[in-house]
Protein backbone atom coordinates (compact mmCIF):
# COMPACT_ATOMS: atom_id res chain seq x y z
CA UNK A 1 0.00 0.00 0.00
CA UNK A 2 1.37 3.66 -0.99
CA UNK A 3 1.73 5.95 2.12
CA UNK A 4 -0.78 7.84 2.49
CA UNK A 5 -0.34 11.65 3.32
CA UNK A 6 -1.01 12.66 6.91
CA UNK A 7 -3.45 15.78 7.26
CA UNK A 8 -3.77 16.69 10.92
CA UNK A 9 -5.97 19.39 11.95
CA UNK A 10 -4.87 21.09 15.21
CA UNK A 11 -8.28 22.82 16.55
CA UNK A 12 -6.00 24.37 19.26
CA UNK A 13 -8.47 26.12 22.06
CA UNK A 14 -11.21 26.13 19.27
CA UNK A 15 -14.32 24.59 20.14
CA UNK A 16 -17.20 24.78 21.69
CA UNK A 17 -20.13 21.85 21.22
CA UNK A 18 -22.07 23.02 18.31
CA UNK A 19 -19.28 24.15 15.88
CA UNK A 20 -17.09 21.04 17.29
CA UNK A 21 -20.26 18.64 16.39
CA UNK A 22 -20.81 20.12 12.84
CA UNK A 23 -17.10 20.61 11.80
CA UNK A 24 -16.87 16.59 12.89
CA UNK A 25 -19.96 15.56 10.96
CA UNK A 26 -18.89 17.65 7.43
CA UNK A 27 -15.56 16.27 7.69
CA UNK A 28 -16.68 12.40 8.55
CA UNK A 29 -19.46 12.64 5.54
CA UNK A 30 -17.03 13.65 2.84
CA UNK A 31 -14.97 10.31 3.26
CA UNK A 32 -17.02 7.42 1.54
CA UNK A 33 -16.41 4.20 3.13
CA UNK A 34 -15.69 2.34 -0.37
CA UNK A 35 -13.28 5.07 -1.44
CA UNK A 36 -9.61 4.84 -1.39
CA UNK A 37 -7.96 8.26 -0.88
CA UNK A 38 -4.54 9.20 -1.07
CA UNK A 39 -4.23 10.36 2.34
CA UNK A 40 -5.21 9.79 6.15
CA UNK A 41 -6.39 12.23 8.11
CA UNK A 42 -6.30 12.82 12.15
CA UNK A 43 -8.04 15.82 14.42
CA UNK A 44 -6.99 17.35 17.25
CA UNK A 45 -9.93 19.06 18.64
CA UNK A 46 -9.93 20.47 22.58
CA UNK A 47 -9.82 17.93 24.77
CA UNK A 48 -13.16 18.95 25.79
CA UNK A 49 -14.26 18.08 22.52
CA UNK A 50 -12.61 14.56 22.03
CA UNK A 51 -15.48 12.55 23.30
CA UNK A 52 -18.01 14.19 21.01
CA UNK A 53 -15.68 14.40 18.34
CA UNK A 54 -14.98 10.58 18.78
CA UNK A 55 -19.05 9.83 18.69
CA UNK A 56 -19.53 11.68 15.12
CA UNK A 57 -16.10 9.85 13.88
CA UNK A 58 -17.38 6.37 14.94
CA UNK A 59 -16.73 3.96 12.08
CA UNK A 60 -15.01 6.24 9.64
CA UNK A 61 -11.43 6.24 8.83
CA UNK A 62 -10.40 9.17 10.36
CA UNK A 63 -7.87 9.58 13.59
CA UNK A 64 -8.15 11.68 16.56
CA UNK A 65 -5.63 12.94 18.44
CA UNK A 66 -5.09 15.36 21.77
CA UNK A 67 -3.12 18.50 21.55
CA UNK A 68 -0.45 17.65 24.82
CA UNK A 69 0.23 14.41 27.51
CA UNK A 70 1.07 14.47 31.01
CA UNK A 71 4.73 12.02 31.23
CA UNK A 72 2.71 10.11 34.30
CA UNK A 73 -0.47 7.85 33.58
CA UNK A 74 -2.70 9.58 36.47
CA UNK A 75 -2.34 10.97 40.05
CA UNK A 76 -2.13 14.28 41.51
CA UNK A 77 -1.53 16.62 38.75
CA UNK A 78 -4.72 18.65 38.93
CA UNK A 79 -5.23 20.22 35.91
CA UNK A 80 -3.62 17.67 33.85
CA UNK A 81 -4.50 14.68 31.34
CA UNK A 82 -2.33 11.67 30.21
CA UNK A 83 -1.84 9.96 27.73
CA UNK A 84 -3.77 6.50 28.74
CA UNK A 85 -6.99 9.26 29.59
CA UNK A 86 -6.68 10.23 25.52
CA UNK A 87 -6.19 6.55 24.63
CA UNK A 88 -8.99 5.28 26.66
CA UNK A 89 -11.14 8.32 24.58
CA UNK A 90 -10.45 7.50 21.50
CA UNK A 91 -7.63 8.89 20.02
CA UNK A 92 -5.22 7.36 18.36
CA UNK A 93 -2.81 10.35 18.23
CA UNK A 94 -1.40 12.93 20.08
CA UNK A 95 0.95 16.03 19.76
CA UNK A 96 3.68 16.79 21.95
CA UNK A 97 6.11 19.65 22.19
CA UNK A 98 3.99 22.20 19.92
CA UNK A 99 6.29 25.03 19.82
CA UNK A 100 3.07 26.71 21.36
CA UNK A 101 3.52 24.96 24.30
CA UNK A 102 7.29 25.31 24.37
CA UNK A 103 6.56 28.81 24.37
CA UNK A 104 3.99 29.54 26.35
CA UNK A 105 4.27 26.59 28.89
CA UNK A 106 8.05 26.84 28.90
CA UNK A 107 8.51 23.10 27.76
CA UNK A 108 11.46 21.52 27.00
CA UNK A 109 12.87 19.00 24.76
CA UNK A 110 13.67 16.90 27.65
CA UNK A 111 10.28 17.12 28.84
CA UNK A 112 8.60 16.66 25.50
CA UNK A 113 11.10 13.39 25.02
CA UNK A 114 9.17 12.38 28.69
CA UNK A 115 5.95 12.67 27.60
CA UNK A 116 6.46 11.28 24.12
CA UNK A 117 7.45 8.78 25.88
CA UNK A 118 4.71 8.01 27.89
CA UNK A 119 2.21 8.41 24.70
CA UNK A 120 4.34 5.40 23.32
CA UNK A 121 3.73 3.22 26.15
CA UNK A 122 0.03 4.37 25.89
CA UNK A 123 -0.07 3.22 22.73
CA UNK A 124 -0.55 6.47 21.30
CA UNK A 125 1.38 8.04 18.38
CA UNK A 126 3.11 10.86 19.07
CA UNK A 127 3.39 14.19 16.60
CA UNK A 128 6.50 15.76 17.49
CA UNK A 129 6.45 19.62 16.50
CA UNK A 130 10.09 21.27 16.14
CA UNK A 131 10.99 24.70 14.65
CA UNK A 132 13.09 27.79 14.58
CA UNK A 133 12.72 31.31 16.41
CA UNK A 134 12.14 34.01 13.77
CA UNK A 135 15.40 35.20 15.61
CA UNK A 136 17.15 32.04 15.34
CA UNK A 137 16.20 31.92 11.56
CA UNK A 138 17.50 35.40 10.48
CA UNK A 139 20.89 34.79 12.35
CA UNK A 140 21.50 31.38 10.55
CA UNK A 141 20.65 28.97 13.35
CA UNK A 142 17.89 27.29 12.08
CA UNK A 143 19.41 24.27 10.78
CA UNK A 144 21.06 23.91 14.53
CA UNK A 145 18.30 24.35 16.31
CA UNK A 146 16.12 21.91 14.52
CA UNK A 147 18.28 19.36 14.97
CA UNK A 148 19.27 20.12 18.49
CA UNK A 149 15.34 20.07 19.02
CA UNK A 150 14.86 16.37 17.65
CA UNK A 151 17.87 14.89 18.89
CA UNK A 152 16.80 15.58 22.55
CA UNK A 153 12.63 15.72 22.01
CA UNK A 154 12.52 11.78 20.31
CA UNK A 155 12.64 9.53 23.07
CA UNK A 156 14.01 5.68 22.77
CA UNK A 157 10.57 4.00 22.55
CA UNK A 158 10.77 5.70 19.03
CA UNK A 159 9.62 3.72 16.05
CA UNK A 160 8.43 4.48 12.68
CA UNK A 161 4.94 3.03 13.52
CA UNK A 162 4.56 5.15 16.52
CA UNK A 163 6.40 8.41 15.71
CA UNK A 164 5.89 11.45 13.07
CA UNK A 165 7.89 14.82 13.44
CA UNK A 166 5.88 18.00 12.32
CA UNK A 167 8.18 20.50 11.61
CA UNK A 168 6.82 24.11 11.95
CA UNK A 169 8.65 27.00 11.76
CA UNK A 170 7.59 29.15 14.61
CA UNK A 171 7.69 32.24 12.65
CA UNK A 172 4.83 30.68 10.39
CA UNK A 173 2.58 29.20 12.31
CA UNK A 174 -0.90 31.43 12.11
CA UNK A 175 0.87 34.52 10.43
CA UNK A 176 -0.32 33.78 6.82
CA UNK A 177 3.82 33.40 6.42
CA UNK A 178 4.84 30.04 4.89
CA UNK A 179 8.22 28.73 4.66
CA UNK A 180 9.68 29.15 0.70
CA UNK A 181 9.46 26.28 -1.06
CA UNK A 182 13.36 25.77 -1.09
CA UNK A 183 13.28 26.20 3.15
CA UNK A 184 11.08 23.08 3.23
CA UNK A 185 13.28 21.11 1.12
CA UNK A 186 16.14 21.74 3.14
CA UNK A 187 14.64 21.30 6.70
CA UNK A 188 13.38 18.35 5.54
CA UNK A 189 15.97 17.06 3.87
CA UNK A 190 17.79 17.55 6.99
CA UNK A 191 15.59 16.18 9.29
CA UNK A 192 14.88 13.03 6.99
CA UNK A 193 18.68 12.59 7.92
CA UNK A 194 18.38 12.53 11.30
CA UNK A 195 15.39 10.49 11.90
CA UNK A 196 15.20 8.10 8.74
CA UNK A 197 11.86 6.81 7.95
CA UNK A 198 9.69 8.84 10.77
CA UNK A 199 7.24 10.49 8.49
CA UNK A 200 7.72 14.10 8.45
CA UNK A 201 4.95 16.85 8.36
CA UNK A 202 4.93 20.32 7.58
CA UNK A 203 3.04 23.11 9.47
CA UNK A 204 2.76 26.79 9.49
CA UNK A 205 0.07 28.75 7.59
CA UNK A 206 -0.73 25.90 5.67
CA UNK A 207 -4.39 26.94 3.39
CA UNK A 208 -6.16 25.26 0.57
CA UNK A 209 -4.28 27.20 -1.92
CA UNK A 210 -0.77 26.48 -0.72
CA UNK A 211 -1.15 22.58 0.20
CA UNK A 212 -0.82 21.20 -3.36
CA UNK A 213 2.71 22.95 -3.91
CA UNK A 214 3.65 21.81 -0.39
CA UNK A 215 2.56 18.23 -0.22
CA UNK A 216 4.41 16.94 -3.29
CA UNK A 217 7.89 18.44 -2.23
CA UNK A 218 10.76 15.61 -1.25
CA UNK A 219 10.27 14.46 2.71
CA UNK A 220 7.13 16.16 2.96
CA UNK A 221 5.03 13.27 4.18
CA UNK A 222 1.92 15.07 4.97
CA UNK A 223 0.65 18.61 6.71
CA UNK A 224 0.01 20.33 10.37
CA UNK A 225 -2.99 22.60 9.56
CA UNK A 226 -3.98 25.03 12.18
CA UNK A 227 -6.28 28.04 11.41
CA UNK A 228 -7.50 26.70 7.95
CA UNK A 229 -8.50 23.45 9.71
CA UNK A 230 -11.31 24.91 11.41
CA UNK A 231 -12.73 25.28 8.22
CA UNK A 232 -14.36 21.95 7.30
CA UNK A 233 -14.46 22.58 3.37
CA UNK A 234 -10.71 24.03 3.19
CA UNK A 235 -9.73 21.31 5.19
CA UNK A 236 -10.91 18.74 3.47
CA UNK A 237 -9.45 21.03 -0.15
CA UNK A 238 -6.14 20.69 1.84
CA UNK A 239 -6.43 16.63 2.03
CA UNK A 240 -8.05 16.48 -1.61
CA UNK A 241 -4.90 18.70 -2.73
CA UNK A 242 -2.50 15.27 -1.98
CA UNK A 243 -3.90 13.36 -4.21
CA UNK A 244 -3.32 16.07 -7.59
P1 LIG B 1 -1.48 27.48 11.42
O1 LIG B 1 -1.05 26.59 12.69
O2 LIG B 1 -1.85 26.53 10.32
O3 LIG B 1 -2.64 28.30 11.90
O4 LIG B 1 -0.30 28.30 11.06
C1 LIG B 1 -0.29 25.43 12.53
C2 LIG B 1 -0.05 24.81 13.87
O5 LIG B 1 0.17 25.53 14.84
O6 LIG B 1 -0.06 23.58 14.02
Same mark, same amino acid.
Given at each position: ??????????? /??????? !?? #????????????????????????????????????????????????????????????????????????????????? #????????????????????????????????????????? !??????????? +???????????????????? %?? %??????? !?? #?????? +?????? /?????? %???? /???????????????????????? /???????????? %? #?
Amino acid at each position: MPFLKLIVGNW /KMNGLTA !DS #RDRAIKIASSIKENKTYPFHIILCPPTTMLSLVAEELKGSSIGLGGQNCHNQPSGAFTGEISAEMLKDVGCTHVIIGHSER #RQQNRETSASVATKAKAAHLAGLVTIICVGELDGERTSGQA !DEVVTGQLKDS +IPTTTTPENTVIAYEPVWAI %GT %GKTASND !DI #RHIHAL +IRKEVG /KLPILY %GGSV /KASNAGEILHLPNVDGVLVGGASL /KAEEFMEIAEAS %G #R
